[in-house]
């Protein structure tokens, strides 16, 4: 018993170490080398990048492999989170590796098509690793959802500007040793890290105050990159500043391993005091257990006695929860799929052309590796903010987390137009805005999808909800600002320049982020009643 407490704390430790190596949002970092060698126009890699959202669809295979490999009590053997980090890390080293070999000429030039498969293995191996260790927190934690989810999105949106440091230190402005980077690195640390991430379904001590723990080293690591990003743009740092730097970060990174080991002796404690001493004098008396709590409001009310027209009518929300098929026979599972696309799809969109955008406003590549940077540590704060934020307001005012998804496109609406403006240096603004929202949206669906459809299958529910990131990439980047871009494009070069290039599709996405905020609102009114009755279950328990 006391192992199986203690070894959580390892597994989130594991599970936060392969999601910071994970290497989201770095498109943009050799997105210029891609084209330049392969000969692109605009809407050929725009069409590469549509490739990379679409490995977002790997995200049901994971979603299935998790729940076959987890089927059973133990987790031992052949099953386990580990066979999903293991196929994730396959991918990865495909993935990227081929694509290393193709802009380095290693290979020969591939054809478009083959191109478009290799961005989209490195890409599905990320739905791996985020399943694996997302929806294992969340087994774990399960009184803490949002904050462990939250805590694990965080991680992977801050793995780009973590890459990107170590990039800056031993390769600045070879892009091409970069993706051999991404090759390696996530791989090898995958798969010395896989076999700790297993399921621990005990419920010890304070687990909010060691998570919080994680919750404020992954702000400390933020703000750490920000002032480093900030000075690097101030001052021209020399190479041992950037190593000590980059020592540094190491050091934050390692931090986690403190706290679990604290968790671990403190659970440890508490079980040898539990099994010494029966601390609940009412054990044994189902009677006084019964007259201690609120008889209006029987146990399992929110689950079995939903008052009609909560939610669907064939909503069932059981412990074991809703397969895929019945929860795509819901009007709620449509409603957050399409104000997913106007969301996510935007803000995909955005980072797979922040090189673009850069260079059409005249930015230094060292400026637009910084703009990647900044967008993986807002996205970072928006993750780990919209996990904490939706469990408190959950928790003590009985807000619905609809309702900040809501809040979350409304914003993406302000920061789309902010970038359609074209004023000086807007860029900067525009991201910061843009990536909390992406980050924010990214912790927010996990959650809500298994407040609604349940735990069992959250894997394959939350994974197929996601596919409307690469269908709202395929339209905006693809058929709006590819399109638009190439039309507004002069020379050989395919190269656009002005805020012409891309105004009129921010317009447009932002049109389509108000239509995502209005679907957003309709699923807040629906559930609201069901997370009303939620919170109190939880009042009585």
Request: contains cysteine; aromatic residues 12%.
């Amino acid at each position: 018993m006391m192992e199986r407490v203690s070894n959580k704390w390892m597994a989130t430790v594991a599970s936060m170490w392969i999601q910071c190596s994970s290497g989201v949002y770095t498109f943009s970092v050799y997105s210029s080398v891609l084209k330049s060698s392969q000969g692109y126009d605009q809407s050929t890699l725009e069409t590469t990048a549509v490739f990379r959202d679409i490995g977002s669809i790997g995200g049901v295979l994971a979603g299935l492999l998790y729940s076959a490999v987890t089927n059973g009590s133990n987790h031992s053997g052949f099953g386990g989170p580990w066979v999903v980090l293991l196929a994730g890390a396959t991918q990865s080293f495909l993935g990227y590796f081929l694509t290393w070999a193709s802009v380095v000429g290693l290979i020969k030039r591939p054809p478009v098509p083959l191109m478009c498969l290799f961005m989209y293995l490195s890409s599905q191996s990320m739905p791996f690793f985020n399943t694996a260790n997302t929806v294992s927190g969340v087994q774990n934690f399960p009184d803490y959802s949002g904050t462990i989810v939250g805590i694990m999105k965080g991680f992977s949106g801050i793995s780009g500007a973590i890459l990107i440091r170590a990039y800056n230190t031993f390769y600045e402005d070879e892009p091409s040793k970069f993706l051999l980077m991404l090759a390696l690195l996530p791989t090898l640390i995958s798969l010395v890290l896989m076999l700790l991430v297993k399921i621990y379904k005990t419920n010890t001590g304070d687990d909010k105050t060691h998570l919080n723990g994680f919750f404020a080293v992954a702000l400390i690591i933020a703000g750490y990159l920000m002032i480093i990003i900030i000075l690097e743009n101030i001052f021209s740092l020399p190479l041992w500043a950037h190593r000590v730097t980059f020592i540094l970060l190491l050091l934050l990174l390692a931090s986690p391993l403190g706290i679990a080991i604290k968790a671990q002796n403190e659970d440890s404690k508490r079980v040898l005091e539990t099994l010494s001493f029966d601390s609940n004098p009412l054990r044994g008396h189902p009677e006084l257990l019964r007259s201690s709590s609120d008889s209006s409001v029987p146990e399992d009310m929110a689950y079995h006695e939903l008052p009609s027209g909560a939610l669907d009518d064939k909503v069932l929300f059981d412990e074991e929860g809703m397969n895929l098929l019945q929860a795509m026979c819901t009007v709620n599972f449509w409603l957050l799929f399409t104000a997913m696309i106007c969301g996510m799809g935007s803000t995909q969109a955005v980072i797979n052309n922040l090189s673009q955008m850069g260079q059409s406003l005249n930015y230094t590549s060292v400026e637009v590796n910084s703009l990647v940077s900044l967008w993986s540590i807002w996205d970072c704060l928006g993750r780990v903010g919209a996990g904490y934020l939706s469990d408190y307001l959950l928790h003590t005012r009985g807000w619905a987390r609809p309702l900040l998804m809501a809040s979350t496109l409304a914003t993406m609406i302000i920061g789309l137009i902010v970038i359609a403006s074209g004023f000086p240096r807007i860029l900067y603004v525009g991201s910061i805005l843009i990536g909390i929202c992406d980050g924010s949206l990214w912790s927010l669906i996990p959650t809500i999808t298994s407040d609604i459809f349940g735990v069992r299958h959250m894997g394959t529910i939350y994974s197929a909800i996601t596919l409307a990131s690469p269908v709202g990439s395929y339209i905006f980047s693809v058929k709006f600002m590819g399109y638009i871009y190439d039309k507004e494009a002069d020379g050989d070069d395919h190269s656009c320049f002005g805020t012409r290039c891309f105004m009129l599709s921010f317009l447009i996405m932002a049109s389509l982020a108000l239509l995502g905020f209005l679907l957003a609102i309709a699923l807040f009114i629906r559930t609201k009643r069901f997370y009303s009755l939620r919170r109190l279950k939880d009042s009585v328990k």
